[in-house]
T-cell receptor
Framework: DAKTTQPTSMDCAEGRAANLPCNHS???????VYWYRQIHSQGPQYIIH???NNETNEMASLIITEDRKSSTLILPHATLRDTAVYYC????????????FGKGTRLHILP | DTAVSQTPKYLVTQMGNDKSIKCEQN?????MYWYKQDSKKFLKIMFS???????INETVPNRFSPKSPDKAHLNLHINSLELGDSAVYFC???????????????FGPGTRLTVL
């Protein structure tokens, strides 16, 4: 079973920041938070991951709360191409091979 | 510049047939995976191979047999296909489980299997 809870769906206006929340209240100290997305009819795409500190790359920013029980993925300037299902995953990187996907959040970017 | 590729993209076949799906990665990864996404869109891991050796087998029927001829390829052979096998199958690859910075999994485009 997935160890994360995400809203089923969200809307965001094009050009605005999309903030996708994720709860992982039972996360262990050695578990990382990963985000993937799946655009319709494509394979999942890695976005970003982090352990404790906030992370940023060319796609997104990841904000992890101090107690690590929740996190937020931020797409700073959403475009229509960001419409996808976004999966928040916790895993022990370095030991667990498998990724356990939950239901994810279906993000709709509105023109 | 394809990183993880799968063939075929679509596969329609009759119940009882045997079929194979091929996967190739050019990322230099040692570890490869097969995932299944059913009609309800749940993605579940089926197998993982590290350097041609089976690492994970997630209670998949014996009719499913992965074969890894070399590190860059992991093919999925399915015998006696059933209606319930209809799904999208994704191949993925990564470096071996190690430091978090290097074991990110990269997915192929998927193969949509329809069993009639």
């Amino acid at each position: 079973d997935a160890k994360t809870t995400q809203p089923t769906s969200m809307d965001c206006a094009e050009g605005r920041a999309a903030n996708l929340p994720c709860n992982h209240s039972t996360i262990s100290g050695n578990e990382y938070v990963y985000w993937y997305r799946q655009i319709h009819s494509q394979g999942p795409q890695y976005i970003i991951h982090g352990l404790k500190n906030n992370e940023t790359n060319e796609m997104a920013s990841l904000i992890i709360t101090e107690d690590r029980k929740s996190s937020t993925l931020i797409l700073p300037h959403a475009t229509l191409r960001d419409t996808a299902v976004y999966y928040c995953i916790v895993r022990v990187a370095g030991r667990d091979d498998k990724i356990i996907f939950g239901k994810g959040t279906r993000l709709h970017i509105l023109p | 510049d394809t990183a993880v590729s799968q063939t075929p993209k679509y596969l329609v076949t009759q119940m009882g047939n045997d079929k194979s799906i091929k996967c190739e990665q050019n990322l230099g990864h040692d570890t490869m995976y097969w995932y299944k996404q059913d009609s309800k869109k749940f993605l579940k891991i089926m197998f993982s191979y590290n350097n041609k050796e089976l690492i994970i087998n997630e209670t998949v029927p014996n009719r499913f047999s992965p074969k890894s001829p070399d590190k860059a390829h992991l093919n999925l052979h399915i015998n006696s296909l059933e209606l319930g096998d209809s799904a999208v199958y994704f191949c993925a690859s990564s470096h071996p489980p190690g430091r978090a910075a290097t074991d990110t999994q990269y997915f192929g485009p998927g193969t949509r299997l329809t069993v009639l």
